[in-house]
């Protein structure tokens, strides 16, 4: 099964940025060979622009591979 989203880059562009910029988007990029474009249509194990609780449990904006896992 696959399925994919749109990220509207004029819309998001500060989150977008703001994940870019993150050590961790370069650490994806390299290791994994995956774009960091996240906008346009996000398909499965593509990179995206994610809000999720940081340490603090504070929300913030993060790279994560965007799929799904059937169990």
Do not use: H
């Not at 399925?3 to 994806?28: G, M, V």
């Not at 390299?30 to 990179?47: E, K």
Request: proline fraction near 7%.
């Amino acid at each position: 099964m696959c399925t994919w989203f749109y990220a509207e880059r004029s819309t998001l562009s500060p989150i977008i940025t703001k994940a870019q910029q993150l050590p961790l988007t370069d650490t994806i990029m390299n290791t994994m060979a995956r774009s960091a474009a996240m906008s346009g249509n996000i398909r499965p194990t593509d990179m995206a622009a994610v809000f999720a609780p940081n340490k603090q449990g504070n929300m913030a904006v993060f790279p994560m591979i965007w799929r799904f896992t059937v169990e």
